[in-house]
Nanobody
Framework: QVQVVESGGDLVQAGGSLRLSCEASGSIFSINSIAWYRHASGKQNEWVATISSGGTTDYLDSAKGRFSLSGDNALNTVYLQMNNLNPEDTAVYYC??????????????WGQGTLVTVSP
């Protein structure tokens, strides 16, 4: 079984920073990519950022210059550093791992979410 767990969400004031973590474990042969999404109340699920196995990263336009991804070599642990947060960043943040399992199958595994609340 494969598990993905996010952590690091909190309540912060506008202009503050948070670092979210995404940890993948279980029957993993390799991780192709880790993506972050967020779901704000009353809005659709929104892609935020992705880091791929080769180390390339991509970000939502509104996150560029504020958010930064990093991870270990195998992407088992990925960090999303979020700076200069504003109330529009308030959402439940989800980590999605695209995984090749030890038995050879491809899996898309989502974490449980971690709540980020930014007060004005």
């Amino acid at each position: 079984q494969v598990q993905v767990v996010e952590s690091g969400g909190d309540l912060v004031q506008a202009g503050g920073s948070l670092r979210l973590s995404c940890e993948a474990s279980g029957s993993i042969f390799s991780i192709n990519s880790i993506a972050w999404y967020r779901h704000a109340s009353g809005k659709q699920n929104e892609w935020v950022a992705t880091i791929s196995s080769g180390g390339t990263t991509d970000y939502l336009d509104s996150a560029k210059g504020r958010f930064s991804l990093s991870g270990d070599n195998a992407l088992n642990t990925v960090y999303l550093q979020m700076n200069n947060l504003n109330p529009e960043d308030t959402a439940v943040y989800y980590c999605r791992a695209d995984i090749v399992a030890t038995w050879g199958g491809s899996l898309e595994v989502w974490g449980q979410g971690t709540l980020v609340t930014v007060s004005p």
